[in-house]
C-alpha cells in the first residue's frame, strides 16, 4: 500500500463514525480530492481481493470500514460483539415521516401518526438519530426536526437520496414530501 | 376477530399493552387488513363498533388518541345514516377524510418496512468496536445551536419547579358531567338511543367525554350497548353487560 | 485469507477489547488452539508484509488490532477522532438559564434547575462559554456569572441582543413573563 492509503486505513480505523472525503484530506494537505479518492479506492480493493473479514463501504456522505454481513451470526454467537437494538414501530414510524418530510415540526407527525410523539422523539434526539434544525416561521414558531448522519450510518445509506422515492412504494399518495401545515392533498 | 385475542385488560383497567399497536391509526388498519377491506369503501358502521369493541378489550379506552378516533368514527357513522337530498352534488363522502389520512399513514408503513430492513441488513456490519482512548490534546470542537438554546430554555421554563407557574386550564373532557346526564337518561327511560347521549350540538370534547363515559358505566356493568341490526344505531340500555360493546 | 483468518480479523475488529485466544476459539468449535495460533500468524504477516497502516498486537489481555503508532499523530493532528461534541442536557439548560438571566448566581441557577450546579457550571467555565463576570452585592457576596464572546461566536451571534427576546419564545413562557419582572433578558 501506498503512504496514502497506509494513512487512510489507520484513520478510518481509528474514527468511531464514517469520515467525509474532506475530513480525510485533512490527513494530507498536499494530496488532491484525486489522490484521496484513488487511495481509497485502493483500499477497498485490498479488502475485497484479499479475501478480508473487513469492508470499505461508503455511508452517510463519508467512508466507514465494517466488518462482512456474512460473519455477523459468528462472531454474535462466539458473544464478541452484540447487534443494535432495534428501534420500537412509534419510533420508526415517527422516524420515517421526518426522514421524508424534514424539516418537519412535532405537530405535524402527530397529525399523520394519529398520536402524541413527545416522548418518541426526545429518545430519538437522544439517541442521536434526529436533531432540531431550526424553527417554523408558524404560530408559536415550533422546532422543527431533521435527521442526523447517524440516521444514515444506522441504515447503511450513503445519503438521503438512498431512501426509495415516494412513487417507488405500492401505496402511490400525494407526495409525502410536499411539505405545508395544511397535509390535505 | 384476532385483534381482541391479542391482549388482555388487567384488573385495574389500566392500560396493559398500548405497544401492541403504534396507535389508532395503526389500530383501525389491522382491523381493516385482517377482513380484507376496500380501504376505499370502508363500511364504516362495522369497523367502528369493531373498532370500539377491540379499544375495550385492550385496554385502550382510556387512551386520548384512540378515544379520538373512536369519537371520529362514530361521528363519520352518524353521518352516514343521516338522510341527505337526492343528486346533492355538494355532499362529500364524510369517509374521504379518513380514507386519505389511512393512506398516508400505509404510505408511512411501508417506509417503516424498507427502513427496517435497511437497518436490519446494517445491523449485520460491525464498526470498530475499540477505539483509542484520548491522548492529552485539546477537546474535540463543539457544537452549540440557537435553536438547540432555544429549545432548551423551553424545557428550563416548563420544568421550573414554581407553583407560580401553574396555570389552570379548563379540562376539555367532562366525563363526570356526561356519566350524570348518561345516568340521569337512564333513570328517565332505561333506554336510549347513542345520538340523545350526546345532547343537543354536541362539540367533539362533549362526544369523547359521553362516549368515555358510556364505556365506563359498561365496563361498571351498568349500560348494555345494544345494535340490533349490523347499521343500525347504538341503543344504551339499563342492566349488566354480558359482553362489552 | 483463508476463513478462519477472515473471521478472526473481524472479530478482533469489532470487539471493544482484546480478546483472548479462548475467547477466539468460541468463533469456531472445530478449530484447534493450534489452528487460531495459525490464522492469528496469517492476519499479522498480512498487515505487516501488505504495508498497511494497521497491525496485530499481542498484549497482556489478549490480541488486538491497532493502528500503527507512527501514523498516530497524523490522525490527531487531522482531528479526526472525535465526534464534534454537544453539550449535555445539564449542561444545556444551565447555558440557557445563564444566557437569558447573566449576570446570575449559582444559587439562582440551581433554584430554577432544582438541582445543584456546581460540576456543570465548572464545565461551561471549563469549555469558556461562562465566566466569572462579578459580584452580587447580597449576602456572602456570591460570585456572578455571565455568557462569553465564544458563547456567541459558537451561536453565530454579533451580541447578546440577538438572543430571541422571551416574549418571542413559545407560549409556555408567556406567564413566567408575567410573574417575573427581573427575568426579562
Known amino acids: ?185 | 376477530m384476532t385483534v381482541v385475542a391479542r391482549a388482555a385488560v388487567d384488573d385495574t383497567g389500566f392500560i396493559v399493552r398500548l405497544e401492541e399497536f403504534s396507535g389508532p391509526l395503526d389500530l383501525l388498519l389491522t382491523l381493516i387488513r385482517e377482513q380484507e377491506i376496500d380501504i376505499t369503501d370502508i363500511p364504516i358502521a362495522q369497523i367502528a363498533d369493531q373498532f370500539v369493541a377491540a379499544i375495550h378489550g385492550l385496554g385502550l379506552n382510556q387512551a386520548a388518541d384512540y378515544l379520538e378516533m373512536a369519537a371520529r368514527l362514530l361521528r363519520i357513522k352518524i353521518q352516514l345514516l343521516l338522510p341527505r337530498p337526492l343528486n346533492d352534488e355538494d355532499w362529500e363522502d364524510p369517509r374521504a377524510e379518513l380514507v386519505r389520512r389511512l393512506l398516508e399513514y400505509e404510505q408511512v408503513h411501508e417506509i417503516v418496512g424498507w427502513l427496517t430492513g435497511r437497518a436490519t441488513l446494517r445491523a449485520d456490519r460491525f464498526p470498530r468496536g475499540w477505539t483509542p482512548p484520548d491522548p492529552e490534546r485539546p477537546p474535540p470542537p463543539l457544537i452549540l445551536d440557537l435553536a438547540q438554546l432555544l429549545q432548551t430554555v423551553d424545557d428550563v421554563i416548563r420544568a421550573m419547579p414554581q407553583p407560580l407557574l401553574h396555570r389552570v386550564v379548563p379540562r376539555p373532557l367532562d366525563v363526570e358531567g356526561a356519566t350524570r346526564r348518561v345516568e340521569a337518561l337512564l333513570r328517565e327511560r332505561g333506554g336510549f338511543d347513542l345520538r340523545e347521549a350526546f345532547g343537543p350540538a354536541p362539540t367533539p370534547a362533549d362526544v369523547i367525554s359521553t362516549l368515555l363515559a358510556i364505556l365506563e358505566l359498561a365496563r361498571l356493568g351498568r349500560v348494555r350497548l345494544v345494535q340490533a341490526t349490523p347499521f343500525g344505531t347504538v341503543d344504551i340500555r339499563r342492566g349488566p353487560t354480558e359482553q362489552a360493546a
Open chain 1, 1 to 185: 500500500m501506498d503512504r496514502l492509503s497506509k494513512l487512510l486505513e489507520a484513520a478510518l480505523f481509528s474514527a468511531s463514525r464514517p469520515l467525509t472525503l474532506g475530513e480525510l484530506r485533512r490527513l494530507d494537505p498536499d494530496a488532491s480530492e484525486a489522490d484521496v479518492r484513488g487511495a481509497l479506492e485502493s483500499v477497498r480493493l485490498r479488502y475485497d481481493e484479499g479475501g478480508h473479514g473487513i469492508e470499505l463501504v461508503h455511508v452517510a456522505e463519508g467512508y466507514q470500514v465494517l466488518t462482512r454481513p456474512e460473519l455477523a451470526d459468528m462472531i454474535v454467537q462466539a458473544q464478541l460483539v452484540d447487534r443494535p437494538r432495534r428501534l420500537s414501530t412509534a419510533a420508526m414510524e415517527t422516524l420515517a415521516i421526518i426522514a421524508y418530510r424534514q424539516p418537519v415540526g412535532r405537530a405535524e407527525v402527530e397529525e399523520i401518526r394519529g398520536v402524541a410523539v413527545d416522548g418518541v422523539l426526545r429518545l430519538l434526539v437522544e439517541r442521536g438519530l434526529v436533531d432540531v434544525v431550526g424553527r417554523s416561521e408558524g404560530l408559536g414558531r415550533p422546532l422543527l426536526y431533521g435527521t442526523t448522519p447517524l440516521f444514515l450510518e444506522l441504515l447503511g445509506l450513503a445519503s438521503l437520496d438512498e431512501l426509495p422515492r415516494l412513487d417507488e412504494l405500492s401505496v402511490a399518495l400525494t407526495p409525502l414530501v410536499a411539505v405545508g401545515p395544511d397535509l390535505a392533498p
